[in-house]
């Protein structure tokens, strides 16, 4: 069990810590994720570049494979055969070589999900089914005059002021147009905007309302949307050089649903390359709280615009902390929801079980208010769950909040995490001591790394990954060529042994507090499907990350920048995690401060 917490230790947190700290380490995550492929081993071990990994015809394949080439794929993947057992598989390896030849010659579209899809509930447990039920405080907050503090309202405020007519769509849409225009330059956090389209869109809004007409409470809200998610006859380029001129056919379901309930769409907000880190191809996004570093990724846009008004919310999407890690660097709520909730269908995959889409916002209870309206089974996503979501807060009354002592240790650990915690107790919350088991955590990382280089494995072969503008290495990959159909079966049996642990672990407690990153539960967390929640939480006095300077700034210049606290719960339980978040950002006060652009 030691081995397995300090293996953890090192190659989980580290992971985690990487996907926020730093440009450098997106760089290196996305080499290693770029490295991934096919689980079907391969024997190409010496330097063929990438482009040339295609498989001979079987009866040549046959021919070129000798003993020694079986004992060097040995070494490679750690096993050993028998003399006998060798010139067996030479044998009988042209069978497979024809079907592995047979799907590579295929052509799948990137959204073609695999057969098998993950099902994130767990046999013979009943999950309590939630009416679809959303309770938001009234406000009597009047409408301010400055057009600034109108942007930076929440989006149940700016609901409030559209729906009793304080002010229109349109005027709205103005402004924060007038405010990405003026901004979005300098934070490199829009791809496409799309002024005329959301004019039309806020038009049509006020027309309906005029009528008599509410949609919801996003009604004439105008929002970002990640540039992985497909807007019809508008460019969607996930962010790579590859796809900047793609242009979709379709709406993806939850843009449609967004227009359904009213929302604008101001315009695509941006994506690190494929999905990872804050590099696209056409700059690096910034954070609004210190221009001279990346807003992280690879929700980097919509964690951006959002920080800094440029949109009342948006959308983002998370395979493994690409929600949580901006929303910590940028100071946003973002929500990763249970897997499942929300679909897929027309956004690009990255991980066909590990990918999510949620809200990302200023302040924590907007994030219920765009989940009412994404939760929606969809038979479009082979993924996609039917079940209710519920925020009514008057039900949370005496909820067990989880909280393990060891998050709070180390290094990593702030004055904001241990304020956090401070917080929750002033509150009067009924914390409970909670551990997770040791477990080997990061031997699931390959699951991620062969998910994402199958969905691009025609790009990595024909060497179109060379022409991001960090591009991956040939060599890298082939990493998961080497990854046997039988390990990652295994590893995919461990992945369920993690998912009885943690219902295990919630039988005790309604929710879980804690740092976003301690003790492996973000991978662990999203591995398993269910949610998590992080909010600003305060801020840290940090010097500057040198990310776009030739020279670091004078000694002892420092930055305001903030930092997040985390929720994360059960499947299914975005309502109490809500309405904890909620309590604790409002008990930190740390929610209502601006960056200065």
Same mark, same amino acid.
């Given at each position: 069990?030691e081995?397995?917490?300090?293996?953890?230790?090192?190659?989980?947190?580290?992971?985690?810590?990487?996907?926020?700290?730093s440009?450098?380490?997106d760089?290196?995550?996305?080499?290693?994720?770029?490295?991934?492929?096919?689980?079907?081993?391969?024997f190409?071990?010496? %330097?063929?570049?990438?482009?040339?990994?295609?498989?001979?015809?079987?009866?040549?394949a046959?021919?070129?494979l000798?003993?020694?080439?079986?004992?060097?794929?040995?070494?490679?993947?750690?096993?050993?055969?028998?003399? &006998?057992?060798?010139?067996?598989?030479?044998?009988?390896?042209p069978?497979?070589?024809d079907?592995? *030849?047979?799907?590579?010659?295929?052509?799948?579209?990137?959204? &073609?999900?695999?057969a098998?899809?993950?099902?994130?509930?767990l046999?013979?447990v009943?999950?309590?089914?939630?009416?679809?039920?959303?309770?938001?405080?009234?406000?009597?907050?009047?409408?301010?005059?400055? +057009?600034?503090?109108?942007?930076?309202?929440?989006?149940?405020?700016?609901?409030?002021?559209?729906k009793g007519r304080?002010?229109?769509?349109?005027?709205?849409?103005?402004?924060?147009?007038?405010?990405?225009?003026?901004?979005?330059p %300098?934070? &490199?956090?829009?791809?496409?905007?799309?002024?005329?389209?959301?004019?039309?869109?806020?038009?049509?809004?006020?027309?309906?309302?005029?009528?008599?007409?509410?949609?919801? =409470?996003?009604?004439?809200?105008?929002?970002?949307?990640?540039?992985?998610?497909?807007? *019809?006859?508008?460019?969607?380029t996930?962010?790579?050089?590859?796809?900047?001129?793609?242009?979709?056919?379709?709406?993806?379901?939850?843009?449609?649903?967004?227009r359904?309930?009213?929302?604008?769409?101001?315009?695509?907000?941006?994506?690190?390359?494929?999905?990872? !880190?804050?590099?696209w191809?056409?700059?690096?996004t910034?954070?609004?709280?210190?221009l001279?570093e990346?807003s992280?990724?690879?929700?980097a846009?919509?964690?951006?615009?959002?920080?800094?008004?440029?949109a009342?919310?948006?959308?983002?999407?998370?395979?493994? !902390?690409?929600?949580?890690?901006?929303a910590?660097?940028?100071?946003?709520?973002?929500?990763?929801?249970?897997?499942?909730?929300?679909?897929?269908?027309?956004?690009?995959?990255l991980?066909?079980?590990?990918?999510?889409?949620?809200?990302?916002?200023?302040?924590?209870?907007?994030?219920?208010?765009?989940?009412?309206t994404?939760?929606?089974?969809?038979?479009?996503?082979?993924?996609?769950?039917?079940?209710?979501?519920?925020y009514?807060?008057?039900?949370?009354?005496?909820?067990?909040?989880?909280?393990?002592?060891?998050?709070?240790?180390?290094?990593?650990?702030?004055?904001?995490?241990?304020?956090?915690?401070?917080?929750?107790?002033?509150? +009067?919350m009924?914390l409970?001591?909670?551990?997770?088991?040791? /477990?080997?955590?990061?031997?699931?990382?390959?699951?991620?790394?062969?998910?994402?280089?199958?969905?691009?494995? *025609?790009?990595?072969?024909?060497?179109g990954?060379?022409t991001?503008?960090?591009?991956?290495?040939? %060599?890298?990959a082939?990493? %998961?060529?080497?990854?046997?159909a039988?390990?990652?079966?295994? /590893?995919?049996?461990l992945?369920?042994?993690v998912?009885?642990?943690?219902?295990?672990?919630?039988?005790?407690v309604?929710v879980?507090?804690?740092?976003?990153?301690?003790?492996?539960?973000?991978?662990?967390t999203?591995?398993?499907?269910?949610?998590?929640?992080?909010?600003?939480?305060?801020f840290?006095? /940090?010097?500057?990350?040198?990310?776009?300077?030739?020279?670091?700034?004078?000694?002892?210049?420092?930055y305001?920048?903030p930092?997040?606290?985390?929720?994360?719960? =059960?499947?299914?339980? &975005?309502? =109490?995690?809500?309405h904890?978040?909620?309590?604790?950002?409002?008990?930190?006060?740390?929610?209502?401060?601006?960056?200065k652009?």
């Open positions: 069990m081995k397995y917490k300090k293996e953890n230790a090192e190659s989980c947190e580290q992971e985690a810590h990487d996907l926020e700290n440009l450098v380490a760089r290196r995550s996305f080499l290693a994720l770029a490295g991934a492929s096919a689980v079907t081993a391969s190409a071990v010496n %330097s063929t570049p990438a482009s040339a990994l295609q498989p001979a015809d079987s009866e040549g046959a021919n070129a000798t003993t020694e080439d079986i004992r060097g794929a040995e070494r490679v993947l750690g096993i050993s055969y028998t003399a &006998e057992q060798r010139e067996d598989f030479i044998e009988n390896y069978r497979q070589i079907a592995v *030849k047979a799907v590579r010659n295929h052509d799948f579209s990137n959204g &073609e999900a695999p098998p899809a993950f099902e994130p509930r046999p013979g009943s999950y309590k089914p939630q009416g679809n039920t959303l309770t938001i405080a009234p406000s009597n907050r009047p409408l301010p005059a400055s +057009g600034e503090d109108i942007a930076f309202a929440s989006v149940a405020q700016l609901g409030h002021w559209i304080a002010i229109t769509s349109a005027a709205l849409t103005e402004i924060y147009l007038k405010r990405v225009k003026k901004y979005g %300098s934070l &490199e956090c829009f791809v496409t905007i799309t002024a005329e389209l959301a004019r039309q869109q806020a038009a049509a809004a006020d027309k309906l309302l005029a009528a008599g007409t509410y949609l919801g =409470p996003l009604h004439g809200i105008p929002y970002a949307v990640k540039d992985l998610a497909d807007t *019809k006859g508008i460019r969607t996930w962010g790579a050089e590859p796809y900047k001129n793609r242009i979709a056919e379709q709406d993806a379901t939850l843009v449609k649903l967004l359904d309930n009213g929302a604008v769409l101001l315009g695509k907000a941006t994506s690190g390359a494929l999905a990872l !880190g804050d590099v191809f056409g700059g690096i910034r954070n609004p709280w210190n001279d990346g992280s990724g690879s929700s846009g919509p964690a951006s615009s959002v920080a800094a008004g440029l009342g919310f948006a959308i983002g999407t998370e395979t493994l !902390g690409s929600i949580i890690s901006p910590n660097r940028c100071g946003v709520a973002g929500m990763r929801p249970t897997f499942g909730r929300v679909s897929r269908h027309g956004l690009m995959a991980a066909w079980s590990l990918d999510k889409a949620g809200p990302m916002t200023r302040f924590v209870e907007d994030t219920a208010i765009i989940l009412n994404l939760n929606h089974y969809d038979p479009q996503d082979a993924s996609s769950i039917d079940h209710g979501f519920d009514t807060p008057e039900k949370y009354k005496d909820l067990r909040i989880g909280f393990m002592p060891s998050a709070f240790e180390g290094d990593n650990i702030t004055q904001v995490d241990k304020d956090a915690l401070h917080a929750a107790r002033a509150l +009067g009924k409970k001591e909670v551990s997770i088991p040791d /477990m080997p955590y990061s031997a699931l990382f390959p699951i991620i790394r062969a998910e994402s280089a199958a969905a691009f494995d *025609k790009l990595i072969r024909s060497g990954i060379d991001l503008r960090f591009p991956a290495r040939s %060599s890298s082939r990493i %998961s060529r080497m990854l046997s039988v390990d990652y079966i295994n /590893m995919e049996r992945r369920r042994q998912m009885q642990v943690m219902h295990d672990v919630y039988k005790d309604d879980i507090i804690g740092p976003n990153y301690a003790e492996s539960m973000l991978l662990i999203n591995y398993t499907g269910q949610p998590q929640i992080a909010f600003r939480a305060g840290n006095a /940090m010097e500057t990350r040198p990310v776009f300077k030739a020279k670091l700034d004078p000694l002892g210049i420092k305001n920048v930092q997040a606290f985390s929720v994360f719960g =059960p499947l299914f339980a &975005e309502g =109490p995690m809500v904890v978040a909620n309590m604790l950002e409002a008990e930190l006060g740390a929610a209502q401060a601006r960056p652009l």
